[in-house]
């Protein structure tokens, strides 16, 4: 039997998303814009298996069992019922990440944007760029942003509706940047964004002020990214990764996914700043920095970070495109 195949890429968010408004519709309670990266790609197969009794997913090599399966599962439930096919029409699914899985760098984003395109093909449903982010969002909300090439919007969501889907904003060729990831661990991370998210919800006395900033950041960067103000763009990502950060640094007990390393790269971009390269830092729920500049100076700036005490390499990322299916 032919397996249907997508390939997706990650995208990392230049204002973030971080809490959900409802958690059973897995819908942000803020506004997030992304850039889709060309550099971290994921590939996955899926094929209707008559002789399964239950869906069977290969991540990297391994066949995922216990809660990490039964989450998959779900997901490929409702893939079914989205497409119209009998609740026993399982799937077998494999799938690589071309990246470190689980540590910070969006596995989850590509992950479910490559798996709801790939299952709902082996389904034999076409769905459309809206459907298939609307369908990518109940695995990951970050992974609706991962349908669209180059710069995507996703908005808060509307607890109870569950229409939302990612927007295009402006494609890959809008504007000539690079992301420069600063690699600070080789493991996976000890929480990821899902429960560091809901605990920071729970728990952290700031996550109110959070959801009164990320809106207005979201909009600074968004009108920046529509003028290619790189350093404006810049000051409002800095602002946006560094307040959800502060919100989860306020959680009981913290969420805190910065490492030494992670400072010392944060310092690095202060000191490319100061030596006058275009540079601004974001980082998500991993020791990662991912750090924004004009694509002229990426080689400069994964120079100096490369250098950086405990960055254990660097990659440079462009702009990406959106899924692709077979
Ligand atoms: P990351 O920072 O890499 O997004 P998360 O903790 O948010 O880390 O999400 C990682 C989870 O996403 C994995 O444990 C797995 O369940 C899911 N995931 C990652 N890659 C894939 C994939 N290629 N296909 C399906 N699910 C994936
Ligand atoms: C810090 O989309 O991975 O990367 O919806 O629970 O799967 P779930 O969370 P996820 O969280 C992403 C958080 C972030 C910021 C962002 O990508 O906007």
């Known amino acids: 039997m032919t397996a249907a195949f997508a390939r997706a890429r990650a995208n990392i968010a230049l204002s973030k998303y971080w809490g959900k408004c409802?958690?059973?519709?897995?819908?942000?309670?803020?506004?997030?814009?992304s850039l889709t990266l060309d550099d971290l790609v994921t590939e996955t197969w899926a094929s209707v298996d008559g002789a399964l009794d239950?869906?069977?997913?290969?991540?990297?090599?391994?066949?995922?069992?216990?809660?990490?399966?039964?989450?998959l599962g779900r997901f490929l439930d409702l893939v079914r019922s989205r497409c119209g096919a009998p609740p026993n029409a399982y799937l077998m699914?494999?799938?690589?990440?071309?990246?470190?899985?689980?540590s910070g760098l969006a596995s989850s984003a590509s992950g479910y944007a490559a798996l709801a395109a790939a299952a709902s093909s082996a389904l034999?449903?076409?769905?459309?760029?809206?459907?298939?982010?609307?369908?990518?969002?109940?695995?990951?909300?970050?992974?609706?942003?991962?349908?669209?090439?180059?710069w995507a919007v996703l908005p808060a969501g509307v607890p109870g509706d569950d229409a939302l889907a990612a927007q295009p904003a402006f494609d890959a060729a809008h504007w000539d940047v690079a992301m420069v990831l600063a690699l600070a661990d080789k493991g996976p991370?000890?929480?990821s964004s899902r429960d560091g998210m809901r605990r920071t919800v729970e728990t952290s006395p700031y996550y109110a002020a959070w959801l009164a900033t990320a809106p207005l950041l979201h909009a600074e960067v968004r009108a920046a990214v529509a003028a290619r103000d790189l350093e404006a763009v810049g000051a409002a990502m800095e602002a946006s990764a560094l307040a959800m950060h502060a919100s989860a640094w306020a959680a009981r007990p913290a969420v805190r996914?910065?490492?030494?390393?992670?400072?010392?790269?944060?310092?690095?971009?202060?000191?490319?700043r100061a030596q006058g390269v275009g540079a601004w830092a974001t980082m998500d729920a991993g020791p990662h920095v991912k750090v924004?500049?004009?694509?002229?100076?990426?080689?400069?700036?994964?120079?100096?970070?490369?250098?950086?005490?405990?960055?254990l390499g660097t990659r440079v990322a462009r702009p990406g495109a959106g899924v692709e299916r077979t």
Do not use: M
């Open 22 to 33: 409802d958690a059973a519709l897995n819908l942000p309670a803020v506004p997030s814009l």
């Open 54 to 71: 239950a869906d069977a997913v290969t991540l990297d090599g391994s066949l995922r069992t216990g809660a990490e399966a039964a989450t």
């Open 93 to 102: 699914v494999r799938s690589s990440n071309h990246f470190p899985t689980a």
């Open 124 to 150: 034999g449903a076409s769905l459309d760029d809206a459907a298939l982010s609307r369908l990518a969002r109940r695995g990951s909300a970050s992974a609706a942003r991962s349908i669209f090439g180059g």
């Open 189 to 191: 991370k000890d929480v």
């Open 257 to 272: 996914y910065a490492r030494g390393a992670t400072l010392e790269t944060l310092d690095a971009v202060r000191t490319l």
């Open 292 to 311: 924004l500049c004009a694509a002229a100076d990426a080689s400069t700036v994964s120079t100096h970070l490369a250098a950086v005490p405990g960055v």
